[in-house]
């Protein structure tokens, strides 16, 4: 039998299975089971109100779960399969369990890239509820063995695909009955590329839902951060940007790279973390296009300490 194989069975029986997404990596259960979705919860320690996105192969499966605007069809037909997730009213004959979407109206989906997220959606052939594979309020697992650390004995299997080549969560966006759009969590799809196919993306705080991974305390490493940090003080760790990393610190990228910076980030993060630093002090990076999800995650980071 392929791991493959073994995974989906896994799904099948309840079990979990942690597995690369090009976002990052996923502890996966059965959607369609409120048991699995509860050993999701317990196994992350995450509050039961936080609801979990739904992996699906494509648009199709998506459409059996939830009712998509004309403007949730553009953006899932543009990147899908891909690193954004929608968030649309569920249909009352969603397979997917309540408990799943934290009891809510509405249901998030994604369909990943990945090809190993994609073979197991196809060998299991049902959603897959995947929250990020690390304990609530822990940065995001981008290795497998980033997720053996976080999660080891709670989960039956871990597919190892590797380093995430993106590094960072998937864009979320919010689109109600009536087409009205919000940006529930900023991510690797950038706003811009969203807005030229949808027109403007309206605040969180202007609709009625909220994405709970907004929580303040959702990225906390251990150590305390300080942001928009020019040099280090002394007895702080560096995380350097546009340039080499001083010693004992890191650079997320020395070119300035955006891209590379978010494949970084949650890597960095944590090996600055895992050294027992006291304070971790973090270049400025710039507010355009992924810096905008970077410094996103480093505010929540900061502020949940
Ligand atoms: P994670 O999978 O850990 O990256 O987090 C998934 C994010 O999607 C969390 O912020 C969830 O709260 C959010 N989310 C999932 N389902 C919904 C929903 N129905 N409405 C709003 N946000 C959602
Ligand atoms: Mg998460």
């Known amino acids: 039998m392929s791991e493959i ?5 896994i799904l ?10 090009e976002t990052v990596y996923g502890l996966g259960g059965d959607a369609t089971n409120p048991h699995a979705a509860a050993r999701i919860y317990e196994a992350k320690g995450r509050p039961r109100f936080n609801p979990l996105i739904a992996h699906v192969l494509d648009l199709e499966a998506a459409l059996r779960q939830a009712h998509f605007h004309a403007k949730a069809i553009a953006l899932a037909e543009a990147f899908w399969p891909g690193p954004l997730t929608i968030v649309a009213p569920r249909r009352a004959d969603s397979s997917v369990a309540e408990l799943t979407c934290a009891g809510l109206a509405s ?11 994609r073979a197991l959606l196809e060998a299991f ?9 690390n304990r609530s309020g822990r940065v995001s697992p981008t290795t ?5 650390e976080e999660l080891g004995e709670r989960v039956e299997l871990i597919l190892d695909g590797g380093p995430c080549a993106l590094g960072l969560e998937s864009t979320i966006v919010a689109i109600d009955a009536a087409g009205g759009a919000v940006l529930l969590r900023p991510g690797v799809a950038p ?12 605040d969180p705080r202007s609709g009625g839902i909220e994405a709970p991974g907004m929580l303040a305390s959702h990225y906390a490493p251990r150590a305390e951060l300080r942001l928009h940090a020019s040099a280090p003080e002394p007895g702080e ?5 546009g340039a080499e990393a001083p010693a004992g610190g890191l650079s997320l990228s020395p070119t300035g790279d955006l891209a590379e910076a978010a494949a970084n980030l949650y890597a960095h993060l944590r090996a600055l973390d895992a050294t027992g630093v006291p304070a971790i002090a973090v270049a400025p990076i710039p507010e355009r296009g992924l810096g ?4 996103d995650r480093l505010a929540r980071a900061a502020a949940g300490r």
């Open 144 to 148: 497998a063995a980033h997720v053996r």
């Open 237 to 241: 760790a560096y995380l350097a940007f």
């Open 5 to 9: 194989e073994r995974a989906a069975g």
């Open 125 to 133: 052939a049902r959603p897959v509820a995947a929250p990020s594979a």
């Open 191 to 202: 706003r811009e590329e969203i807005e030229a196919l949808i027109g403007p993306l309206g």
């Open 12 to 21: 099948r029986a309840g079990g979990l299975v942690c597995f690369p997404t």
């Open 107 to 117: 249901i998030a989906l994604r369909a990943p890239a990945h090809p190993i997220a």
């Open 292 to 295: 905008e999800a970077i410094n």
